[in-house]
């Protein structure tokens, strides 16, 4: 489950790593995946953005986008990296850090390691190189 929260998000602007094909979800019938983005994504936005499906499209937020822990740089078609608060099955909340386009680089994993310690959160899960590694409390 993906966690919503409403407060004064951040505006999305040119980003639309969400619809990059590397999340999962279905938007009006068309399955989306990793390495299969979004039917109705185009180079200049989404094809039916003001007729967009709620769940997903409206309901997902990444964390980037809702906390004020992330500054700029860190906007998912900057960074390549989409972060995600989810609830686990265990009723825990989790960070989950997803590669999109281009492995996880040295200031990225710095920055991970610096939401850990700071106590930012206390359970955060990422992909580098060869596999899934996680920091947890």
Known sequence: ??????????????????????????????????????????????????????????????????????????????????FINRNTNEGETRLDVVESGKPLNADTLHFIMRLFNDHKYDHIRYFYKDGWHELKR
């Open 1 to 82: 489950n993906i966690m919503i929260t409403n407060n004064n998000d951040k505006p999305c602007g040119e980003c639309t790593m969400c619809c990059q094909g590397h999340l999962t979800g279905t938007a009006h019938g068309f399955d989306f995946r990793p390495g299969k983005p979004c039917h109705w994504i185009r180079d200049s936005g989404c094809a039916i953005y003001p007729y967009r499906p709620e769940n997903p499209c409206k309901t997902f937020k990444c964390e980037w986008k809702i906390s004020k822990n992330f500054p700029a740089e860190y906007r998912p078609d900057k960074s390549n990296v989409i």
